[in-house]
């Protein structure tokens, strides 16, 4: 028996993306147009649907689309269309924080997993007070678990300067990660009084509500940290304070104080 080689060369796949961005580019051999905010963009079938799942059902045998001449994409910006386009043809993904959103909605749209993945890596690499709760809101709308629990404990770590800079962002934070910032055990120079004050003002900022969920957030709260002489005004300070879970809460943490105990749970906070 002859004996072989099987050999591999990474310059031809390079050079086959290549060669399909060049064509696009001259706008040659393309045999579907893409259109989304009335863009329109000549693209090649094949490529396509190798490259995404979305159009691999797109373009299957039993659809409409599979000879359509042009399919519209009106859940997508031209941007982010266009970013995921090039990836595709080249794979390189280009964004930044002011395009990202678009950028991510098209990828879990059309379903380019390598491209949620890029996504969520600039998340986490570029987490700050700035943009912590935004990238928490974006992580958890497409579910991007490691994003979103990085961004949430971002968000913990840089609570005392969001409350005195852009409590406006901690108001728009997704009901998700604001439950998670408040069972954090290390909230730096933040006093629970503080937190309570946000949840109320998330509440109000966020309403109406349902109790069962104002309930569950207010729950994630640590009354026993509270002194015992702002116990009483917290419980007429909201609504939300009054229900039969949250009043009886507010009761064990005086009891607590009463019984002078030294330590809540083995938890504190600031």
């Known amino acids: 028996m002859d004996s072989y080689s099987l050999l591999y060369s990474s310059s031809h796949r390079t050079g086959l993306l290549s060669g399909f961005q060049r064509l696009r580019s001259q706008r040659r051999m393309c045999d579907v147009v ?9 693209c090649h079938r094949a490529l396509l649907a190798s490259s995404s799942d979305y159009f691999w059902a797109l373009f299957g045998e039993t659809t409409a689309e599979r000879l359509a001449c042009s399919i519209s994409l009106p859940v997508l910006t031209p941007e982010g269309l266009d970013a995921i386009l090039d990836f595709l043809y080249s794979g390189w993904l280009n ?3 002011a395009t990202l959103p678009a950028v991510l909605e098209a990828a879990r749209y059309l379903q380019v997993e390598p491209a949620v993945s890029i996504c969520e890596q600039f998340i986490i690499d570029g987490l ?4 912590c709760c935004c990238y928490a809101n974006l992580a958890e709308r497409h579910a991007l678990t490691d994003a979103l629990e990085a961004a949430n404990q971002t ?3 840089e609570m005392g300067k969001l409350l ?10 997704n009901i998700q990660s604001l439950m998670a910032v408040l069972d954090a055990d290390d909230i730096p120079a933040v006093k629970e009084a503080e937190l309570i004050k946000l949840a ?6 966020n309403g109406p509500i349902p109790l069962l969920k104002s309930n569950l957030l207010l729950s994630h709260l640590r009354f026993g940290l509270v002194a015992s002489s702002e116990l009483t005004d917290l419980s007429h300070a909201h609504k939300a304070m009054a229900t039969p879970l949250i009043r ?16 809540v749970c083995g938890r504190a906070r600031g």
């Open 164 to 173: 005195k800079e852009r409590q406006e962002d901690l108001l728009r934070l």
């Open 34 to 42: 893409l259109e989304a905010g009335g863009v329109s963009f000549p």
């Open 95 to 97: 964004v930044s924080q």
């Open 248 to 263: 009886s809460q507010l009761t064990r943490a005086q009891e607590y104080h009463r019984m002078g105990s030294a330590h």
């Open 200 to 205: 109320l003002d998330w509440l109000d900022e």
């Open 128 to 131: 700050n007070a700035e943009n």
């Open 155 to 157: 968000v913990a770590v």
